[in-house]
């Protein structure tokens, strides 16, 4: 029997770390394919949406530029694989995807359960409330909705935080569930509900689709905490490290003031910092530890540009969705925008 167990015991064993070697590589494997499988929404502005002509741009599209052209200095080299919120967590998984990049939520049961590593938080959010103006016309906060209907998507945290909200508050209210976000989005503004929920920078990018979007209203509070960010599997130490240093760099770049204009005149910087971020430093080999080459922020900030220029073209002020920084805003200007050092 003591046999047997062991047999039993170093079976198992050899089963997990064939799992695990199995999902080591996608480094090698991204770079062998010649393309970055990219994980994204279906449709959402501001975050991933593509053109009449198919072309995707997007905060989160351009987290997936960055990673392709870290890799083959070339941001066009991407499958984008629009997955809606269900599907999104299973495209991961199976490998038919290599980041998934949705205005997704870092949490303990993703990090755990589901077996993700979140690279970092590229948007700090919050789920709020939309109303329509001219139906509630006397609503100016979420703790007067109780007894109204509202729409809000199937396997998100959205669903299980409005339910949260409303039981704390001892508010009754009506779900009307869908799967899909373009559905959701129609209900609401077709009137099969009274109030939209999601994310409070998803509000602001459905309000640009609606019928009327002047008769729309976010309501002030924030009733969550969502971190969004990139994930990947575990597993692979090498690729989560890829993505992750990414987004620092993206970070990094814009605190030390480089950006897609300046990047190459950067580089003859006397700062040591800066020279040792953008890999002109003597001896370095910061970029061939992560298994790219060394000069991989510079094609990161020439392609895409800093976070702030990210930012600001697909959300912020340079954007029809105009979002103010706010808490995206980098750690030493008054937000929590905030990288570890490149060294």
Same mark, same amino acid.
Request: proline share 3%; net charge negative.
């Given at each position: #029997?003591?046999?047997?167990?062991?047999?039993? !015991?170093?079976?198992?064993?050899?089963?997990?770390?064939?799992? +695990?070697?199995?999902? =080591?590589?996608?480094?090698?494997?991204?770079?062998?394919?010649?393309? !970055?499988?990219?994980?994204?929404?279906?449709?959402?502005?501001?975050?991933?949406?593509?053109?009449?002509?198919?072309?995707?741009?997007?905060?989160?599209?351009?987290?997936?530029?960055?990673?392709?052209?870290?890799?083959?200095?070339?941001?066009?080299?991407?499958?984008?694989?629009?997955?809606? @919120?269900?599907?999104?967590?299973?495209?991961?998984?199976?490998?038919?995807?290599?980041?998934?990049?949705?205005?997704?939520?870092?949490?303990?049961?993703?990090?755990?359960?589901?077996?993700?590593?979140?690279?970092?938080?590229?948007?700090?959010? +919050?789920? /709020?409330?939309?109303?329509?103006?001219?139906?509630?016309?006397? $609503?100016?906060?979420?703790?007067?909705?109780?007894?109204?209907? *509202?729409?809000?998507?199937?396997?998100?945290?959205?669903?299980?935080?409005? =339910?949260?909200?409303?039981?704390?508050?001892?508010?009754?209210?009506?779900?009307?569930?869908?799967? =899909?976000?373009?559905?959701?989005?129609?209900?609401?503004?077709?009137?099969?509900?009274?109030?939209?929920?999601?994310?409070?920078?998803?509000?602001?990018?459905?309000?640009?689709? #609606?019928? @009327?979007?002047?008769?729309?209203? %976010? !309501?002030?509070? *924030? *009733?969550?905490?969502?971190?969004?960010?990139?994930? $990947?599997?575990?597993?692979?130490?090498?690729?989560?490290?890829?993505?992750?240093?990414?987004?620092?760099?993206?970070? *990094?770049?814009?605190?030390?003031?480089?950006?897609?204009?300046?990047?190459?005149? #950067?580089?003859?910087?006397?700062?040591?910092?800066?020279?040792?971020?953008?890999? #002109?430093?003597?001896?370095?080999?910061?970029?061939?530890?992560?298994?790219?080459?060394?000069?991989? %922020?510079?094609?990161?900030?020439?392609? $895409?540009?800093?976070? /702030?220029?990210?930012?600001?073209?697909?959300?912020?002020?340079?954007?029809?969705?105009?979002?103010?920084?706010?808490?995206? =805003? !980098?750690?030493?200007?008054? +937000?929590?925008?905030?990288?570890?050092?490149?060294?």
């Amino acid at each position: #029997m003591k046999t047997k167990l062991i047999s039993s !015991l170093i079976g198992a064993a050899a089963l997990v770390a064939a799992a +695990g070697a199995a999902s =080591a590589g996608t480094l090698d494997d991204v770079k062998a394919r010649g393309v !970055l499988n990219c994980g994204t929404n279906t449709g959402l502005a501001g975050f991933a949406a593509p053109n009449d002509k198919g072309e995707w741009s997007g905060l989160d599209v351009d987290m997936c530029r960055a990673i392709a052209s870290a890799i083959f200095d070339d941001p066009s080299k991407i499958k984008f694989v629009p997955t809606n @919120a269900k599907e999104r967590f299973t495209a991961l998984q199976s490998g038919e995807i290599d980041v998934l990049s949705r205005n997704t939520t870092w949490t303990l049961s993703r990090d755990t359960s589901l077996g993700f590593n979140f690279a970092g938080v590229n948007y700090y959010d +919050g789920q /709020g409330f939309m109303i329509n103006a001219k139906k509630l016309p006397n $609503v100016k906060s979420a703790l007067e909705l109780s007894g109204a209907s *509202i729409c809000v998507q199937t396997g998100t945290t959205t669903e299980l935080n409005l =339910a949260d909200f409303f039981r704390n508050n001892n508010m009754q209210y009506n779900p009307v569930v869908f799967e =899909a976000l373009e559905a959701t989005e129609q209900a609401y503004d077709t009137g099969r509900c009274d109030v939209y929920t999601t994310d409070q920078s998803g509000l602001y990018s459905t309000r640009l689709k #609606m019928a @009327a979007p002047d008769d729309h209203v %976010v !309501l002030k509070e *924030i *009733i969550s905490k969502e971190p969004l960010g990139p994930a $990947v599997r575990q597993g692979d130490d090498q690729w989560f490290d890829v993505v992750k240093w990414t987004l620092n760099a993206m970070i *990094i770049a814009e605190e030390f003031g480089i950006t897609q204009a300046n990047v190459e005149e #950067m580089k003859n910087s006397s700062n040591p910092e800066v020279k040792r971020i953008l890999g #002109m430093e003597e001896g370095t080999k910061l970029g061939t530890d992560l298994g790219l080459t060394n000069d991989w %922020v510079v094609r990161i900030v020439k392609h $895409v540009g800093n976070y /702030g220029e990210v930012f600001e073209r697909n959300v912020g002020q340079g954007s029809p969705l105009k979002i103010a920084r706010g808490l995206n =805003a !980098l750690w030493n200007k008054g +937000g929590l925008q905030y990288a570890p050092p490149i060294r």
